[in-house]
């Protein structure tokens, strides 16, 4: 069983930046890929990057790419995102995930999510 914590979700301005943290439990988050979806209003969960286990390779949804890093710190078993140039449509419910593979988007385990907000 992995439990994921999300935090560092919150009310920012358009143009801002922001970082998520994820909190992850057990003994081998190193061998864990990681990432994060989120989801709108009104809106299907949206994958948005991901990162792998030894290598650090990352991969990035189209419509983030270029504004948004995934990163990992193993040591204290957590996975960041950060997002720059924020804009009022970032706005969305933000999930950590364990996926079952790099190359697959699909995930087994989730956090509870993180509410960003984003103000015109």
């Known amino acids: 069983q992995v439990q994921l914590v999300e935090s560092g979700g919150g009310l920012v301005q358009a143009g801002d930046s922001l970082t998520l943290s994820c909190a992850a439990s057990?003994?081998?988050?190193?061998?864990?890929?990681m990432g994060w979806f989120r989801q709108a209003p009104g809106k299907e969960r949206e994958f948005l990057a991901s990162i792998s286990t030894s290598t650090g390779a990352t991969n990035y949804a189209d419509s983030v790419k270029g504004r948004v890093t995934v990163s990992r710190d193993n040591a204290k078993n957590t996975v960041y995102l950060q997002m720059n140039s924020l804009k009022p449509e970032d706005t969305a419910v933000y999930y950590c995930?364990?996926?079952?593979?790099?190359?697959?988007?699909?995930?087994?385990?989730w956090g509870q999510g993180t509410q960003v907000t984003v103000s015109s």
């Open positions: 057990g003994r081998t988050f190193s061998s864990y890929v």
């Open positions: 995930a364990k996926f079952r593979s790099f190359y697959s988007r699909e995930a087994d385990y």
